[in-house]
């Protein structure tokens, strides 16, 4: 049995309600519109119709893996440089020159392309002309249809009609666009790059990056001291793994003094590869079964929320740090926060956190219980203005952590992973150091704000020196209570010693009531035997209060 502190269960709650005054019609609307936006709904039109004409497979080039493994090698320790995990092949297709079109009976049509590029381990793909009219639709999936992304629709166009994908398992994918009849000849789909994996996936074909990183790592949902371990149960939902064509990256969603949940994302001006707006964002990426820096594997996470596109908005190397608008939606469902930030040149942190997503696996955890040495090192450029992490005492930093933040003990970012030597030596650390440019360089380096953080972080000018997580919407606290299991396959259990006022709701998906009651004993159980497989809302309520929580369950049979 796992029990959580109602701050925790919040944290991962998809959806929270915190005043009495939310009725069961905003619920409604709410929990419609959040699933209009979240990627991976619905499925393809193929996939339900027969006698479709046949695709011809476009086959990519052979790569030489021998060569790339022995470049990799001589890079393996460097964190100056993003984590490839693909080599990007250049091509030139389109809905004009390639794949196959069919015309529905009622006038729609749909587009499938067929991509293999033999033995990879996953595919993805760069737009260079992407537009998508409304009410169209864009799938990718496996040969074997057991991995699907998408659906891509008219959300994710951009200005540069630009688009980068998230990962597809396997060495054959399918391209599949879906055009209504009033739409007929407005949607563009031109690709340039087939981004082969050639190292995205250790053990298992089905989970992308999954335990590529050293067996000393620690997954985010370890414990790193009961002086942090609350903190990092927010932190980690503002942190996120970024693919740039063929390579990744880590970095954080970070506050600004208005408090307005901008999507300002931070991480490292090394890792600025190739074209924003191709690249692809991923957050809440958590391992179900935590490995805590011993050999057995990590389990997957059943998140997948993926966002395209940004924009750059400053970077220097003097600090090696690059801020960025993800300029897709980033919808409240994720129940993602904005870490805030420490600027001071003065302060000293006690210790320091780092979270992270090494060699693009699922999201790490490490902590130094020393303070930091502020210090300057040459870099990209003389004198890159760093913090000195000496050794870490839990898990490491590896390639693919660049651009992580450090965290200072009340959580906030004082500097993002530039470089360093830290790495696994079988279940410990190296002892090596680590090296993160300094927030307090990054503020105001520069003459313009192209260079610097300070006219983004305080656009008004307010002259604070910290910021603190904002964590959206704000939320009640609701007591000491704990549901498990989850995933359930017959009963929920609802612990709680706080009050014996509480009454429940539970609903579907699309925001149906499938049943309600009281909740009043100290253990109190919920049958979900009846229920077919799939995910469903737990909104709990004190009466007493008002106060709430919603709770998202996984009914597995």
């Known amino acids: 049995m796992i029990v959580l502190s109602i701050k925790s269960l919040i944290l991962v709650a998809v959806f929270i309600f915190v005043m009495k005054k939310i009725t069961l019609l905003s619920f409604l609307l709410f929990a419609t519109s ?28 052979g790569i030489d893996l021998q060569a790339l493994q022995e470049e990799d090698l001589r890079n393996e320790n460097r964190k100056d440089i993003p984590w490839r995990f693909g080599v990007e092949l250049e091509v030139t297709l389109d809905t004009q020159n390639s794949g196959s079109w069919d015309v529905l009976e009622n006038g729609d049509r749909i587009w499938r392309l067929n991509v293999v590029s033999h033995d990879a381990i996953t595919l993805n793909f760069v737009f260079e002309d992407f537009y998508l ?45 879906y055009e209504p009849r009033s739409q007929r000849g407005n949607g563009s789909l031109k690709l340039n790059k087939v981004v082969h994996g050639y190292r995205s996936v250790a053990n298992n074909v089905q989970n992308k990056g999954l335990n590529d990183s050293g067996p000393c790592n620690l997954d985010v949902d370890c414990t790193v001291g009961a002086d942090f371990d609350e903190i990092k149960e927010v932190l980690k939902r503002s942190v996120g793994l970024f693919l740039l064509g063929g390579s990744v990256c880590s970095g954080t969603l970070i506050n600004n003094t208005n408090n307005d949940n901008a999507p300002y994302f931070l991480t490292a001006s090394h890792c600025n590869n190739g074209n924003p707006g191709t690249w692809a964002f991923q957050f809440n990426w958590v391992s179900s079964n935590p490995s805590c ?38 919808p409240a469902a994720w129940n993602l926060v904005w870490a805030g930030w420490n600027r001071s040149s003065t302060d000293i942190p006690d210790f320091t956190v780092g979270i992270h997503h090494p060699a693009g ?40 952590s660049s651009g992580s933040a450090l965290f200072d003990q009340n959580g906030r970012i004082v500097g993002q992973l530039a470089g360093g030597a830290a790495a696994c030596s079988g279940t410990n650390n190296n002892g090596q150091p680590d090296f993160y440019g300094r927030m307090d360089t990054s503020w105001g380096f520069g003459s313009s704000s192209s260079t610097r953080l300070s006219d983004w972080l305080d656009p008004s000018g307010s002259g604070v020196m910290t910021t603190d997580i904002l964590n959206t919407p704000d939320f009640q606290f609701l007591g000491d209570v704990s549901i498990y299991p989850n995933p359930a396959s017959s009963i929920i259990t609802i612990s709680n010693n706080n009050s014996s006022q509480l009454k429940y709701e539970f609903y579907s998906v699309t925001g149906q009531q499938i049943k309600a009651g009281n909740l009043p004993f100290s253990e109190n159980s919920i049958s979900v035997n009846e229920l077919s497989e799939g995910v469903y809302f737990l909104r709990i309520e004190d009466a007493v209060t008002g106060s709430s929580l919603v709770k998202k369950i996984i009914v597995k049979k």
């Open 34 to 61: 959040i699933i209009a936006q979240v990627t991976n709904q619905g499925s393809p039109v193929s996939w339900k119709i027969d006698g479709l004409s046949e695709v011809n497979p476009v086959v990519m080039p």
């Open 133 to 177: 009219p409304s009410g169209s639709s864009l799938y990718l999936y496996s040969d074997d249809r057991s991995d699907l992304l998408g659906a891509y629709t008219s959300s994710q166009n951009r200005e540069d009609r630009q688009l980068g994908t998230w990962f597809v398992d396997g060495d054959s994918v399918w391209l599949e666009y």
């Open 293 to 330: 820096g011993t050999t057995a594997n990590s389990g997957n996470g059943s998140f997948n929320q993926t966002a395209s596109g940004a924009t750059i908005l400053a970077e220097n190397q003097k600090s090696d740090f690059m801020l960025v608008n993800v300029d897709a939606d980033l």
């Open 361 to 400: 696996d699922i999201m790490k955890v490490c902590r130094d219980n020393q303070p930091p040495l502020r210090t300057a090192i040459n870099f990209e450029i003389p004198n890159t203005n760093v913090w000195r992490v000496n050794a870490w005492d839990l898990g490491v930093t590896e390639q693919g």
